[in-house]
């Protein structure tokens, strides 16, 4: 069992730029893949970014290539999203996932556990 929380949401105005964090505890979390995803009232949960067990293959939806970059330090069992460029379409609730695959897949059933997930607001 792995627990997720996520931090780091709120209102912020277009252009401006927030960190999302992800603690997990509980078993070995390092050895999971992470991701992000982001979901709008009434919409389906989206891919945003994953990174692997290792840190060193990341995936991102094409919407925020350039913007967003994912990151872990598996010493502190955290994960990292930093948004930058934040747009109008980027307000949604973000949830932090792990998976059993190293390397996971884009799809929410690719994902084992999940948090709670933090609120970002982008404003005009």
């Known amino acids: 069992q792995v627990q997720l929380v996520e931090s780091g949401g709120g209102l912020v105005q277009a252009g401006g730029s927030l960190r999302l964090s992800c603690a997990a505890s509980?078993?070995?979390?390092?050895?999971?893949?992470m991701g992000w995803f982001r979901q709008d009232p009434g919409k389906e949960r989206a891919f945003v970014a994953v990174?692997?067990?290792?840190?060193?293959?990341?995936y991102y939806t094409d919407s925020v290539k350039g913007r967003f970059t994912i990151s872990r330090d598996n010493a502190k069992n955290l994960v990292y999203l930093q948004m930058n460029s934040l747009k109008l379409e980027d307000t949604a609730v973000y949830y932090c996932?792990?998976?059993?695959?190293?390397?996971?897949?884009?799809?929410?059933?690719?994902?084992?556990?999940w948090g709670q997930g933090t609120q970002v607001t982008v404003s005009s």
């Open positions: 996932a792990a998976s059993f695959a190293g390397v996971p897949g884009r799809g929410p059933g690719d994902f084992n556990f």
């Open positions: 990174i692997s067990w290792s840190g060193r293959v990341t």
């Open positions: 509980g078993r070995t979390a390092s050895n999971y893949g």
